[in-house]
């Protein structure tokens, strides 16, 4: 059984900082690809970043290109998201997944096995 751990959520002013971590354990890390997703209160859990396994290659979601940034340790067997010019709308509940899916970086949550329990973000005007 995978397990994910999220970290990093926190409060943060509009226009600020902040960087979520994922950490894997029991996984053989290096094959999997690893996506953030998030959920608002009362809204769909919407996708928000993914990167393959080697790391050579991402994808974003249109609302958090240029401000977000995937990146993955296959040594640590931890992925990052750094947020840069947060926004109250980008207050969610972000959460880590995972699953094998070579040569995709899939959007669609349905396509990832494994989830993390969420890390609160909340970006005050």
């Known amino acids: 059984q995978v397990l994910l751990v999220e970290s990093g959520g926190g409060l943060v002013q509009a226009g600020g900082s902040l960087r979520v971590s994922c950490a894997a354990s029991r996984v053989v890390f290096r094959v999997y690809t690893m996506a953030w997703f998030r959920q608002a209160p009362g809204k769909e859990r919407d996708f928000v970043a993914a990167?393959?396994?080697?790391?050579?290659?991402?994808e974003y979601a249109d609302s958090v290109k240029g401000r977000f940034t995937i990146s993955r340790d296959n040594a640590k067997n931890t992925v990052y998201l750094q947020m840069n010019s947060l926004q109250p709308e980008d207050t969610a509940v972000y959460y880590c997944?995972?699953?094998?899916?070579?040569?995709?970086?899939?959007?669609?949550?349905?396509?990832?096995?494994?989830w993390g329990q969420g890390t609160q973000v909340t970006v005050s005007s």
């Open positions: 997944a995972a699953d094998v899916r070579p040569g995709t970086l899939p959007v669609e949550k349905t396509l990832y096995r494994y």
């Open positions: 990167i393959s396994p080697s790391g050579s290659n991402t």
